[in-house]
């Protein structure tokens, strides 16, 4: 029989349908960031709960898996402090965002080196409906002589 909750560095995770969802964190003494481990005991952390970081403003970087499916409704509502989102991984992952899943989050810059802007800007439409968004990548232009 699979575990009903998990708890590892301070994150709380549930199992579904497919994985491990992340359902909600407790906060570490001056810890500013959360970083998402692909797996948790063999299983895949593949969503992002409803709620799951709802008010916390202490949250500036968060470091998500290229495992990640679903980020669920409101789950990063109103963490007006998270300053920037690194995706870990080569490939950026088909995310599907949920409603206000980044509402009021005002200052996100989304990172990547990896993969094409092109597909960095299919993951941001969704989150830019509740936040500004700045996006990042390395290019290099190599100009004529």
Same mark, same amino acid.
């Given at each position: 029989m699979r575990k009903q909750k998990i708890e590892r560095d301070g994150?709380?995770?549930?199992? +579904?349908f497919?994985?491990?969802?992340? !359902?909600?964190?407790i906060r570490k003494d001056a810890q500013t960031y959360v970083k998402i481990p692909s797996s948790i005991d063999g299983i895949t952390v593949v969503r992002i709960s409803e709620n799951a970081f709802n008010n916390q403003n202490w949250i500036k970087e968060l470091y998500l898996p290229y495992t990640i499916e679903v980020i669920e409704d409101r789950a990063?509502?109103? +963490? !007006?402090?998270?300053?920037?989102?690194?995706?870990?991984?080569s490939n950026v992952p088909a995310v599907s965002v949920g409603r206000a899943a980044f509402y009021n989050c005002s200052e &996100?810059? &989304?990172?990547n080196d990896h993969?094409?802007?092109?597909? %960095? %800007?299919? &993951?941001s439409k969704d989150i830019l409906q509740a936040a500004r968004v700045r996006m990042y990548k390395t290019e290099y232009i190599s100009c004529p002589g």
């Open positions: 994150i709380i995770y549930v199992p +579904c497919n994985g491990l969802a992340v !359902k909600g964190i990063f509502y109103e +963490c !007006k402090s998270l300053h920037h989102i690194i995706f870990d991984g &996100l810059v &989304l990172h993969f094409p802007t092109e597909d %960095l %800007l299919r &993951l």
